[in-house]
């Protein structure tokens, strides 16, 4: 049946089955390819996108399950104040490198940054080890978020 | 980063010899071409569709173009996989030629092994850490050349001395009169002008590009989802496809029940192959669900009973043989039979799969007479000449389109995903993108081989080796890959990082046995060779070491009288990492010595071994020596990079077989290195006008001796059998 989802601020209508992921849907059905698919299993985090702001697994989140929660996608990212930061970070640090995990990335620090605007170490953990980086970039990543949270103290 | 123009590299192929990269030939493959592959970076300049057949633009050999309008093209003969390999490469041809990084477009090269060879490999691939090896003085000469008749250009435009004028940032300039032009304007007199042999090349003094930490030219698409890679390929009318390949290698689909495949909304099409069934679907959830409502009975065929350790016996059984002579250095029986104190160790690797993120995948369309394909691949020429194979068609009938690589690792030196695609889409009306499951691409991977070795050693009465005898057995992915490479029972890969070592030692003497693996593919995986035989040598030296009761790092510089290189990054290392300061009790500190691709290395792990035997990597000093580096921020990227890629393998990776199959699925069972695990790493850089060295890798083979080596320092406990196993740490309660 079809479902109308609110992407990125649209409401899109989708003729799927409702247990068809919400990644398969936003990559192949929308065509927004920048949610990466990693795993299918929650395991990786590749395919993180945001539920009403908080970091959620798209791989595993059946489109029927979705209702009326707004979607935002690693498109979007940018227009939050939060994800600019991370995107800005990223890119003055160097921090991709083949970047397929990225979108992932810049997903779940976002929605970390959002909610502690000052993340400790643990908190970094916290929030990021679910999501693997095959580049080993973590420790640009980890830099990165200390560098936005630092622009949010100084309101940049 | 877009892809924005649809290619046609193959539909008229040229024939160049392989020294007439001339502008000529390359005119005519760029006619060919019809605007070529463009991998458009959206930098300074609106996506432009460049006619390369047009006249008038100057495109003095393979690697330079630049259109009237002043667009200034690089071709780029080697692929982007996260190893900034689309900034560096650039830097080389720009820093000779005289243009921004800024001021320059990249298009991606279509398959031509006569252009686009990689120098040190023979083939067009994007491998072994020799990108920049291979371009070092080529793509600098290119750009030399074509600074060189644009300033000729100039000058007769002038009517004055060619050396009177300069090159400064795309233009050429005349200072006695202060007059300057534009390269654009200049294209179409360059352009008929006899391309210069031996341009000399700049100083390093003045580099101006080189050496400094260029800004990654691919990396704002990848920071907000438009970078495109391989598996983002968007076609009209395309359908998508996931697939189950024999769970048992070698094995055949015997039966298919699909009906319940077949009800699962949104799905099209079974495409039954010999050992494989794919489900062909309106998007990859369908796919998947149909997937796993099919019942499929295979046929396992002879390998359905093959066991991990089948293998590791006949690879073992093997290295009581002789095998070929990869190396002799005085005479070690002689030396073994004086010594006073003698070694001996065997060492096993496992198989390893690469799990890159980005699963594997590959999108064609067969129509009557013609293939396409679209995929991220680190070798393109043999991507077309699969598909051609799989789609039964002359070679130039199959057009390949390469696109950003998820991760490659050398899992996409292969193109065995490519002619997967082509077997099913020939069954597939319009094109279908064919995406893995992490599943298939963990469980069909082609692996890093298994090896076993036998080592042992005879010291002095000082404890100085004066004896070191190797022989080792496994795979030689050369020999399938490469088969010229493989002579005499050799080739240069298997057996790099077990000779020509930085040490001197008098009598040495290596010995490979190639043993092919039934039933298990392998394939070459970031660090090749050296992933394996870096390990057992350090790892002996470590152990050699504290047979004769000395200092590792003490030790190995005893060794290194003729290694000066080597010998400062030991030292640096050691340095940096305060070797010899105390530690808590279960931790530990462990070297690393190398030189392989190219470059000298030294690492140093600070290792934690908890009671329960949990390893913990706490802290990475990095001391390298890589000859001229042409971007700083990317070398210590990738050394970082592969560090962690090390540890990876070190703590976790394995590989098994039971019953003909690979046990590990998903990262679950094939555990990956996460945020929470990885080590401070530090990485010092040596300065060194020597050629550059290659980067991507070394990292990678270091670690895991350097980690083992850490943990014997921890424990006391050699382990010589990779990945390290918590049961063999637990202390006991």
Known sequence: MPYDIKVNGAVRTVDVDGDTPLLWVLRDVLGMTGTKFGCGMALCGACTVHLDGVATRSCITPVGSIANSEITTIEAIGASAAGARIQKAWLDLEVVQCGYCQSGQIMSATALLASKPQPSDSDIDAAMSGNICRCGTYLRIRAAIKQAAQATRQGG | ?733
């Open chain 2, 1 to 733: 980063m877009i892809l924005d123009r649809v290619a046609s590299p193959a539909a008229k192929p040229v024939q160049p010899s392989a020294n007439d990269i001339s502008r000529r030939s390359f005119l005519q493959a760029s006619a060919a071409a019809g605007g070529g592959l463009m991998l458009s970076l959206r930098l300074p300049f609106p996506v432009a569709a460049a006619d390369a057949a047009d006249s008038d633009a100057f495109a003095p050999n393979a690697f330079v173009r630049i259109d009237r309008d002043g667009q200034v093209i690089l071709t780029m003969p080697y692929v982007e996989m996260g190893q900034g390999t689309y900034t560096s490469i650039p830097m080389l041809i720009a820093e000779e030629l005289e243009v921004e990084l800024s001021q320059v477009r990249l298009e991606h090269a279509p398959p031509n092994e006569k252009l686009y060879a990689n120098p040190l490999l023979g083939v067009q691939a994007t491998g072994n850490s020799n990108a920049v090896r291979g371009a070092w003085q080529p793509l600098r000469q290119a750009g030399a050349a074509a600074r060189a008749m644009l300033v000729s250009a100039a000058a007769k435009r002038w009517n004055v001395e060619p050396a009177s004028c300069r090159a400064l940032s795309g233009e050429v300039v005349h200072p006695p009169t202060d007059r300057r032009i534009r390269y654009g304007e200049l294209a179409a007199e360059a352009a008929r002008l006899p391309v210069p042999e031996g341009v000399a090349l700049k100083q390093p003094k003045n580099f101006k590009l080189i050496g400094t930490p260029a800004k990654r030219l691919d990396t704002p698409a990848k920071v907000n989802g438009s970078a495109v890679y391989g598996i983002d390929v968007r076609l009209p009318g395309m359908k998508f496809a996931t697939l189950a390949q024999s769970p048992v290698f070698g094995g055949r689909v015997k039966r298919v029940d699909d009906t319940a495949a077949k009800a699962v909304k949104g799905v099209r099409q079974i495409v039954r192959l010999d050992d494989a069934v794919a489900v062909v679907a309106d998007h990859m959830g369908a796919a998947k669900k149909g997937l796993a409502a099919l019942a499929i009975e295979w046929d396992e065929g002879s390998h359905a009973k093959l066991t991990t350790s089948d293998i590791a016996g006949e690879l073992e059984r093997a290295t009581l043989k002789p095998g070929a002579v990869a190396q002799n250095i005085g005479d070690v029986d002689k030396a073994m039979a004086g010594a006073a104190i003698k070694v001996e160790a065997t060492y096993q690797v496992p198989f390893l799969a690469h799990a890159t993120m980005e699963p594997m995948n590959c999108t064609a369309h067969v129509r009557s007479g013609a293939c396409e394909v679209w995929v991220g691949n680190q070798a393109i020429a043999r991507v077309q000449r699969a598909a051609a194979e799989a789609a039964d068609l002359p070679v130039e009938k199959v057009v390949v389109h390469n696109h950003l690589i998820g991760g490659g690792f050398g899992r996409r030196l292969e193109a065995d995903g490519a002619a997967r695609a082509v077997e099913i889409a020939k069954h597939v009306d319009g094109p279908v993108k064919v995406v893995w499951t992490r599943e298939e691409d963990i469980q069909h991977d082609m692996y890093r081989p298994y090896w076993f070795d036998r080592l042992s050693a005879g010291l002095d009465q000082k404890g100085m080796p004066i004896a070191w005898n190797n022989r080792f057995a496994g795979s030689s992915v050369i020999a399938r890959w490469l088969p010229p490479g493989f002579n005499n029972g050799l080739d240069p890969d298997s057996t790099e990082g077990a000779i020509d070592l930085v040490y001197d030692l008098p009598n040495l003497h290596v010995e490979y046995v190639r043993v092919e693996p039934p039933g298990i593919p392998t394939a070459f995986w970031r660090s090749v060779g050296p992933s394996h035989n870096v390990f057992v040598t350090e790892s002996f030296m470590d152990e050699l070491a504290a047979a004769a009761r000395q200092d590792p790092v003490a030790y190995r510089r005893a060794l290194l009288g003729k290694s000066p290189r080597a010998r400062a990054v030991l030292d640096l290392a050691a340095e940096k990492s305060g070797w010899g300061q105390p530690l808590p009790a279960g931790v530990g500190r462990g070297v690393a010595l190398q030189f392989v691709f190219a470059s000298y290395m030294a690492h140093v792990a600070e290792v934690e071994v908890a009671k329960d035997g949990a390893v913990r990597v706490r802290r990475v000093v990095c001391a390298v020596d890589c000859g001229t580096v042409v971007n700083p921020d990317t070398v210590r990227a990738q050394i970082q990079s592969a560090i962690i890629f090390g540890i990876t393998a070190a703590l976790h990776g394995e590989i098994t077989l039971k019953d003909g199959r690979v046990q590990q699925t998903n990262f679950d069972t094939y555990q990956m290195l996460r945020m929470n695990e990885a080590p401070a790493i530090e990485v010092y850089i040596v300065s060194s006008l020597e050629p550059p060295g290659g980067m991507g890798e070394a990292g990678t083979s270091l670690i895991v001796p350097a980690v083992a080596n850490a943990i014997f320092a921890a424990t006391g406990k050699r382990l010589r059998k990779m990945p390290a196993d918590a049961a063999t740490l637990r202390q006991p309660i």
